[in-house]
């Protein structure tokens, strides 16, 4: 019975992930087209980064909560993970926009940049998906019996 209730489980997990998954390839995609859009008509990395993680966000979230995890989870952390991986995405892409300035063709700074924003996101990926897992959308622990909740009268 417990060899069933592991393959249960695993499954539940590997559902979770593919739901994940799919999920933020919906915002990737949304994210990266923004992005270089952006950066291909002129606009600074760091304009272009707050542009895409704002297009990506509105759908992650929303996939996340109801198709994901099915629940609507805890909005602080969420906020600080999403906004840490902004700030993350915005000081390297700020930093490879920095880095590629000598090259004159824009195509590749355009090309280098976005791919540095996308690379951020692929590590920030699973560390993602575990702070989503454990602290946003956590299953709420099972409430105590009664019983063991009220004190003995002595």
């Known amino acids: 019975m417990r060899v069933l209730t592991k393959l249960r489980s ?13 999920s933020s390839v919906v915002a990737t995609v ?10 291909w008509f ?5 304009v272009a980064t707050l542009v895409a993680w704002l297009a990506g966000a509105v759908p ?35 930093l490879t926009d920095h880095l590629v300035q000598p090259i004159e063709s824009h ?9 540095s924003y996308f690379g951020t996101y692929a590590v920030l990926f699973i560390v993602k998906f575990v702070l989503f897992d ?14 063991a909740r009220t004190p003995v009268a002595t």
């Open 134 to 147: 454990r602290l946003v959308f956590a299953k709420p622990a099972p409430a105590a019996p009664a019983e």
């Open 60 to 94: 992650n979230y929303v996939l996340n909560r109801r198709y994901t995890w099915g629940r609507s989870g805890q909005k602080l952390p969420y906020t600080i993970i999403v906004i840490g991986s902004a700030v993350t995405a915005a000081l390297v892409t700020s």
């Open 42 to 46: 002129g606009a600074p990395a760091l």
């Open 30 to 39: 949304v994210s990266q087209l923004a992005f270089a859009l952006c950066y």
């Open 10 to 22: 695993r499954r539940g997990r590997w559902l979770l992930w593919a739901k994940y998954s799919a």
């Open 107 to 115: 195509a590749w700074k355009t090309l280098l940049v976005t791919g």
